[in-house]
């Protein structure tokens, strides 16, 4: 499963390196802006019969406001001018609520921060690449539009011989408070039962800062969702490689307070609507994340635990 699932209390270490690597601004690999030759997307029409569905509370300064951790290339993350948010969930944002006659307005925000600023009325969706998992739609609504699993990246030509079914003992980068620290805790346990040393774990707030730990070579691996691992490798100018295939796909989903009407059923709507006229496809490809689009968008979906 991917990016985020729940505030991790399963840290195991911190090592803030971004300052160690002397790195400025968002700490993206490479620069800014939507991927080079990105086809320019269609204008969205809006749909009368899905704003109708949007809470008065919500429609009536005509923005919605979004949660975003802009730490997370290609999915969100800050351009060259280290304000504005980019990336491919801001573009599906911004068309979804164009289809509601709304505009989206995407504010940068702690990761562990979002939901809870959710409840608080702070703000009006979390969109941030956002794992759907049962724990979460206890508290929130979740509308499904992306399925994206784990992928590992190691330094170009796997110098280590990093394998995945063997990281007992290999110094491994990840993000704070994603699905690939629990991940990595329950390959520890197999490590610690088969009596094997342990995973280095270097947890880190921001994943821009995992990749540059990687790139230093402070890590031998680093774990992450799918189209991350897939931008860093295209951004770090040939000194990063795939390890092998995505794994324990799942969907991302937009998360909406719940007590909201008929909110998430204008949400749903409107991805569905995308996704029926092509927009989505068009968003989701100039991101090279064609791999993880679904066809059917929807409230909640079941997942496993």
């Known amino acids: 499963m991917m990016r985020r699932i729940a505030d991790s209390a399963q840290v195991v270490v911190m090592l803030l390196l971004l ?3 002397g790195a400025g601004g968002s700490g993206a690999p ?7 030759g990105a086809a320019s997307v269609a204008p969205v029409a809006k749909d009368d019969a899905l704003a109708r569905l949007v809470p008065a509370d919500v429609a009536a300064d005509g923005k919605i406001v979004v949660g ?3 730490s997370y290339p290609p999915n969100e993350y800050l351009d060259t001018d280290g304000r504005t948010i980019i990336g491919m969930d801001v573009e599906l944002g911004k068309a979804i609520a164009r289809k509601l006659g709304l505009t989206a307005e995407f504010q940068n925000a702690q990761f562990d921060g979002i939901l809870p600023g959710l409840a608080a009325g702070k703000y009006e969706w979390g969109m941030s690449s956002f794992t759907i998992n049962p724990d979460r739609v206890k508290s929130v609504d979740m509308v499904s539009y992306f399925n994206v699993g784990t992928k590992a990246a190691v330094v170009k030509g796997n110098p280590e011989h990093v394998s995945l079914d063997e990281l007992c003992g ?5 993000q704070q408070g994603t699905v690939q620290v629990d991940d990595l805790n329950a390959r520890n346990q ?14 880190l707030p921001q994943q821009t800062d995992v990749t540059l730990a990687l790139t230093a070579k402070r890590v031998v691996a680093m774990l992450a969702d799918a189209p991350v691992i897939n931008y860093a490798v295209t951004q770090t100018n040939g000194q ?4 092998g295939d995505q794994y324990d796909a799942a969907p991302y989903g937009i998360a909406i307070g719940k007590g909201k009407g008929e909110f998430a059923k204008a949400v749903q709507g409107a991805v569905q609507a995308l996704i029926s006229d092509g927009t ?13 689009e679904i066809k059917t968008s929807q409230i909640n979906p079941s997942v496993g635990q």
């Open 68 to 70: 975003a951790d802009a």
């Open 240 to 243: 990063l490689e795939a390890l």
């Open 170 to 174: 290999k110094a491994v980068g990840v």
């Open 190 to 203: 197999k490590c610690q039962q088969q009596g094997k040393p342990a995973i280095a774990l270097t947890i």
């Open 19 to 21: 300052a160690a690597c």
């Open 30 to 36: 490479g620069g800014g802006g939507a991927p080079a």
């Open 280 to 292: 989505y496809d068009k968003i989701v490809s100039k991101y090279n994340g064609q791999d993880s």
